[in-house]
């Protein structure tokens, strides 16, 4: 079936260590993006890319860093940088990102500091 | 400064219909609305999506005025399983750079 798979759902860091989050997509969608969800809030931008080999930093890029090798592929690093990394991580593709088409999501991964 | 803004929490009863409104001021000329629901620790699922007037599909109604400067998802006879977050999603033209601003989410609460 096609779809957005993220990996892993849940992770757990000790303070100091950079993580990878994994997103794949068989959609053949030009569009993917990440976003932060903090308990009880909305949706943050992190990062979108709308080509290979290109990327751009959306409202919260600070402490985080992504990589477009491939169309399908869309990891995001959660660096040592990033003060507080605890949160729910959402990864969404679409066809364009202008005009605004269909995001579909992945069922996110929840990243816990220790 | 672009926004959208919505309300943070409704109740409502099984088998009423339910109304949420957005408004987006600054909504890019040639863009859509759209609207997803999200239940807990899941990613965002679509609902419906338009650019005027209205839309309608299997699950929901999107009312959208000449101005295009809110719109309205409107849920007929909803149940239990409709409790969920709704958030709209509209694409912004800002200082010629293009951005998705999402709204913070209704929080919607159905009774028995």
């Known amino acids: 079936d096609g779809g957005i798979t993220q990996s892993p759902k849940y992770l757990f860091r000790k303070e100091g260590q950079n993580v990878t989050l994994s997103c794949e997509q068989n959609l053949n969608h030009d569009a993917m993006y990440w976003y932060r969800q903090d308990p009880g809030q909305g949706l943050r931008l992190i990062y979108y890319?709308?080509?290979?080999?290109?990327?751009q930093k959306g409202d919260i890029a600070e402490g985080y860093s992504v990589s477009r090798e491939k169309k399908e592929s869309f990891p995001l690093t959660v660096t040592s940088a990033q003060k507080n990394p605890t949160a729910f991580y959402l990864c969404?593709?679409?066809?364009?990102?202008?005009?605004?088409?269909?995001?579909?999501f992945g069922e996110g991964s929840r990243l816990t500091v220790l | 400064l672009a926004k959208t803004t919505q309300p943070i929490s409704m109740d409502s009863y099984e088998g009423q219909e339910v109304n949420i409104t957005c408004s987006h001021n600054n909504i890019a000329t040639n863009d859509y609305i759209t609207w997803y629901q999200q239940f807990p620790s899941q990613g965002p699922r679509f609902i419906i999506q338009?650019?005027?007037?209205?839309v309608t599909n299997e699950v929901a109604s999107l009312f959208i005025p000449a101005d295009r400067k809110s719109s309205t998802l409107s849920l007929p006879r909803v149940s239990l399983s409709d409790t969920a977050v709704y958030y709209c999603?509209?694409?912004?033209?800002?200082?010629?750079?293009?951005?998705?601003?999402w709204g913070a989410g209704t929080k919607l609460i159905i009774k028995p």
């Open positions: 338009g650019y005027k007037t209205k």
């Open positions: 999603l509209v694409g912004v033209s800002v200082d010629s750079n293009y951005q998705l601003i």
């Open positions: 890319s709308q080509i290979v080999n290109d990327f």
């Open positions: 969404a593709s679409s066809e364009l990102q202008r005009p605004t088409g269909e995001l579909f």
